[in-house]
């Protein structure tokens, strides 16, 4: 099995905007995990905690999920540039 590869050294590129999007909306991680797992998503908020820090890897539909959870275009969860 392939080992998921990191860019600058983080196994995401989106953490960083979802933690900044959750404070902005003042949405704790607990409340964050909360309404991925009402849309059916399997994740914890150690989960959160380390997607914002750059410790997990996630995937496409994971990304999808968290834009549906904040109320945001999945591209605001993507750096500028």
Do not use: H, W
Request: hydrophobic content about 35%; overall charge positive.
């Amino acid at each position: 099995m392939q080992k998921n590869k990191k860019f600058n050294d983080s196994y995401n590129i989106v953490g960083k905007n979802v933690k900044r999007i959750r404070k902005e909306k003042k949405i704790t991680q607990e409340d964050l995990c909360a309404r991925m797992q009402v849309m059916g998503y399997q994740i914890s908020r150690s989960d959160i905690s380390k997607l914002e820090n750059g410790k997990k890897f996630i995937a496409d539909f994971e990304v999808y999920g968290f834009a549906k959870a904040l109320k945001v275009s999945i591209l605001e969860l993507f750096p500028k540039n």
